[in-house]
């Protein structure tokens, strides 16, 4: 499953830098960074019916996600935060239909460039999010989802291997 119209490549991984996060107080990274092959930036929600519950759409009211938005999924007991966004489509309150646009990745908020930022939180039938003394807020790695269907194309460079840049049947 991808955010985007393509597959996506993977910038920061989840639990990663704890030396930065902690200033923030997490243990590391609380969430995913990707960005799209290609030039469409166009972000779609998750293919769940979902509701907007926290809706940001000034950079300078969003703290460091600057524009941002989260999703509850009451079918799956998750919400997903999509954060650093250009702009976005969406209203708190507002209930969205699955892969709905809700907006266009950006760079706002405390970032060095544009990406998406996803934050995958498990939460109760209230939407009230669970386990929030893990260490990154209750935050969830989201990339076990998003791989489910293989739409990535690259790991961080730092973890490529050959076989991830080169399919394996093409090195045999």
């Known amino acids: ?3 985007f119209n393509s597959k996506f490549i993977v910038t920061q991984e989840f639990g ?11 243990k590391a990274h609380e969430g995913l960074d990707i960005v799209p092959q290609g030039g469409d ?12 519950v926290k809706d940001i759409d000034m950079a300078d009211k969003g703290g460091a996600y600057g524009i941002h938005c989260t999703v509850w999924y009451p079918e799956v007991k998750e919400a997903w935060m999509f954060c ?7 209203y708190e309150g507002q209930e ?9 990745m950006g ?3 405390n970032t060095t460039g544009p990406h998406l930022h996803l934050n995958r939180f498990q939460v109760d039938e ?11 807020l209750g935050g969830i790695d989201p990339l076990p989802f998003l791989e489910a269907d293989s739409e990535i194309i690259a790991k961080p460079i730092a973890q490529l291997t050959l ?3 080169i399919p394996k049947e093409l090195l045999e």
């Open 84 to 90: 650093h966004l250009a702009s976005d489509t969406v």
């Open 1 to 3: 499953m991808s955010p």
């Open 126 to 136: 209230n939407g009230i999010r669970l386990n929030k003394d893990n260490g990154f």
């Open 96 to 104: 969205i239909e699955p892969k709905r646009y809700i907006g266009q």
């Open 163 to 165: 076989q991830t840049i």
């Open 107 to 109: 760079g706002t908020g």
């Open 16 to 26: 990663k830098n704890p030396d930065y996060y902690k200033q923030f107080g997490l």
């Open 41 to 52: 930036w166009s972000i779609y929600s998750l293919p769940y019916l979902g509701k907007v």
